[in-house]
């Protein structure tokens, strides 16, 4: 019994109408802002400015202020 019970990964009825009914839209690419919501961007160097924004830095400052906190408590 190790497998799951239903398929893995199986798309629903929504993905797959929206794969049959593209959006008109420029963009490639998609990061998260890391709030809910997302940045959208045609090129790959928009992408790439858009993760070190909102993936690097973000994780960067989160990972920064829990040494601050850290060491405010020592």
Excluded: K, M
């Excluded at 420029?26 to 070190?52: C, I, K, M, P």
């Amino acid at each position: 019994s190790a497998l799951p019970p239903a398929p893995i990964a199986s798309p629903g009825r929504a993905a797959l109408a929206a794969a049959l009914a593209l959006a008109d839209v420029n963009y490639l690419y998609f990061a998260s802002r890391n709030d809910g919501s997302h940045v959208f961007a045609e090129t790959l160097a928009e992408h790439n400015a858009n993760v070190y924004q909102h993936q690097v830095l973000y994780f960067r400052n989160q990972r920064l202020e829990r040494q601050r906190q850290r060491n405010s408590t020592q």
